[in-house]
């Protein structure tokens, strides 16, 4: 499942916080507030959802989080400096050592 989470967190403490609990889920930074990636499921996005939750007040601060499949991804545009689609997948990879 691929992922996209931007936010608008006011406090710096917690928008700095919410930016690591995406790195930890295996987001890509594309903009200082907005992420890219793949999940492992519904379960890892609810987890993430739930993460960035604790850390925002309802009454000021917006996290969203969108959905996306491989092929509305690859049906994107981008203009400018873009981040490369081909370090997003929706396939499970791992890494032995």
């Given at each position: 499942m691929i992922v996209w989470?931007?936010?608008d967190i006011k406090a710096d403490r917690a928008r700095a916080k919410a930016a690591?609990?995406?790195k930890l889920a295996g987001l890509y930074r594309v903009q200082h507030s907005c992420f890219l990636g793949s999940?492992?499921?519904?379960?890892?996005?609810?987890?993430?959802?739930?993460?960035?939750?604790?850390l925002i007040d309802e009454g000021v601060d917006k996290v969203y989080v969108f959905?996306?499949?491989?092929q509305e991804l690859q049906q994107t545009v981008l203009l400018g400096q873009a981040f490369d689609k081909r370090l997003i997948t929706d396939e499970v990879q791992a890494l032995f050592l």
């Open positions: 989470v931007l936010y690591k609990v995406c999940l492992g499921g519904s379960a890892a996005r609810d987890t993430l959802q739930l993460q960035l939750a604790a959905n996306m499949n491989r």
